[in-house]
């Protein structure tokens, strides 16, 4: 034998031990680290209450005193912003529970944004009084909780 090297029958008496793991091993190790990066947020931390709501983009058309689509559907604690367009008659838009009320102009658009933050279905309306057509309009707005 040369200078350097053990014997493999010979025990080391060296105060660093050395660590060996079989290929089995190492690809076990790997993905359980590759779990727990999944699984933890990126930004340390940050929780999932403290991260930035979804912002979900919609839009409806009222014509002919009906809203289209009549159902929206977003998460709790989205930012919501709705774009509503007349095609015909000046119409509103109100939500009782998130205290909304908006009147969107004959041929026009209007856009606003809201914090979904309670959930549960909430039914909107157009809340005019100049036709008794507005009080058969209206719809549903579902806030599904996280």
């Known amino acids: 034998m040369s200078a350097g090297e053990v014997d493999p029958g010979t025990v080391s008496a060296s105060p660093v031990a050395r660590l060996t793991l079989t290929r089995s091993q ?9 779990i727990l990066l ?25 014509s002919n005193f009906q809203y289209v689509p009549d159902q929206l559907e977003v998460l709790q604690d989205d930012l919501v912003t709705i774009t509503i ?17 908006r009147r969107v102009p004959a041929g026009g658009s209007t856009t606003f944004e809201f914090l979904a933050a ?29």
Request: glycine letters at 8%; charged letters at 25%; a negative charge.
């Open 26 to 34: 190492m690809g076990w190790l790997l993905a359980a680290a590759g």
């Open 38 to 62: 999944l699984t933890r947020p990126f930004v340390p931390g940050v929780h999932a209450q403290d991260q930035a709501p979804g912002r979900p983009e919609l839009n409806l058309v009222a």
């Open 85 to 101: 367009r007349s095609e015909d008659n000046t119409y509103s838009f109100a939500i009782d529970e998130y205290r909304i009320i």
């Open 118 to 146: 309670r959930p549960g279905t909430f039914r909107f309306y157009s809340n005019l009084t100049d036709d008794d057509r507005h009080a058969e309009m209206q719809g549903e707005l579902v806030v599904r909780a996280q």
